[in-house]
């Protein structure tokens, strides 16, 4: 019987059993191998602060309102970042067949049912460690942040927040020709930035906040842009002093709550500053339809295959799928100790 992992109620996680999933027509039974866990968005599911746990998503307005949540507990299917075996493919699929290995979003459950469109062309790359495949989203994540900074080759980028996420855009944001200047709270991120190409780093702490020692580093004129994927409202505030005039911000984080510390009377309005959201659900739109989530899926994973883009020093942990409720209470009380939690099922390679 496939087992998935439940949210009960907040920080409580469990590893259920779940209904077998049929075969249909135009789809492949893949048996899971590892799946990533998502520090920041699936946190929200696990502390109860998820906005779609108590307003209503209205689809036709894009708006939060009130009335009935959108999600309640239990909360299944949660986890975006899988890697498995293909095990059985239905009759009229052909472009997939058993023992092929795959990556795609198909949630922390030991085995699904998806469409073979959606992983036909995600293959794990030859050679590539397979934990190394939960990257695909986070990656996708970041990639989709540097390309909202616009950043162009000489530029110098703020990259606030060094956990996976920020670490692979301080990677890419290299990759791409900017000269990265990383802020975390933690030193040992910091020295993981470094290893990713970054050219200087900064303390949260840094006596006069990190922004100014970044004008200073500048010779006064700031950074051409910032990028902040901490997800806390006073860093998106001190990625707006570290800007320039007429700098753009990407707040690429999921931020919580009300907006404490972000005071927009001052740098924001002065400078001119544009802050522009970044979220994996649209490509910025000065890219036209060019870009969309699959080709950021496939060239973050061909930066990984061909040595670019290292990942494996981000794997901090892989444990067991029936200690998933550890592993979310580390990751809630204990965050500087990890990097990327990796949920092993059974079956998956040793």
């Known amino acids: 019987m496939p087992q998935v992992v ?24 893949v048996r899971t191998w590892y799946s990533g866990i998502s520090a920041g968005t699936e946190l929200t599911a ?24 959108r999600f309640s507990y239990p ?3 949660w986890g975006y970042q ?9 009759d009229d699929v052909a472009a997939l067949g058993p023992g092929d290995v795959v990556f795609g979003i198909w949630g922390h459950v030991s085995e699904a049912v998806v469409p073979v469109e959606k992983v036909d062309r995600q293959r794990l790359p030859a050679g590539l460690d397979p934990v ?3 990257f695909s989203r986070l990656g996708a994540i970041a990639l989709n942040a540097v390309l909202g900074a616009e950043v162009h080759l000489g530029e110098d980028v703020a990259v606030f927040g060094q956990g996976v996420i920020g670490l692979l855009a301080t990677r890419l944001t290299v990759l791409s020709g900017g000269r990265v200047l990383a802020v975390d709270a933690i030193p040992g991120r ?3 930035a470094l290893g990713m190409g970054a050219a200087e780093v900064f303390a949260v702490d840094t006596p006069g906040g990190a922004a100014s020692a970044m004008r200073d580093h500048t010779g006064g004129r700031g950074v051409d842009a910032a990028i902040e994927l901490s997800g806390s409202h006073h860093a998106l505030h ?25 005071r927009l009377g001052e740098e924001f309005h002065h400078n001119r500053v544009r802050i522009v959201a970044s979220q994996i659900g649209g490509t910025p739109s000065a890219l036209g339809p060019r870009w969309d989530h699959a080709r950021l899926v496939a060239v973050f994973m061909a930066a990984v295959g061909d040595g670019r883009v290292e990942v494996a020093p981000l794997v901090s942990h892989v444990v067991d799928a029936a200690d998933v409720a550890d592993a979310f209470a580390r990751l809630d ?5 990890v990097l990327q939690m990796v949920l092993r099922f059974p079956g998956a390679p040793a």
């Not at 899988?82 to 239905?90: D, I, L, S, T």
């Not at 001190?238 to 972000?262: M, P």
């Not at 009380?333 to 100790?337: E, I, R």
């Open 6 to 29: 439940q949210f009960t109620a907040p920080y409580r996680v469990t590893l259920a059993d779940a209904e077998p999933f049929p075969l249909r027509p135009g789809h492949v039974r």
């Open 46 to 69: 696990y502390r109860g602060s998820n906005p779609y746990l108590a307003k209503t998503w209205d689809e036709a307005r894009r708006l939060f309102v009130d009335g009935t949540p």
């Open 75 to 77: 909360l299944t299917g």
């Open 82 to 90: 899988e890697v498995g075996e293909v095990v059985e493919v239905a």
């Open 132 to 134: 190394h495949g939960v």
């Open 190 to 192: 910091r020295e993981l």
């Open 238 to 262: 001190e990625a707006v002093r570290s800007v320039g005039a007429d700098g753009t911000v990407v707040a690429a984080g999921f931020y919580q709550g009300e907006a404490s510390g972000l």
């Open 333 to 337: 009380t204990d965050p500087a100790s």
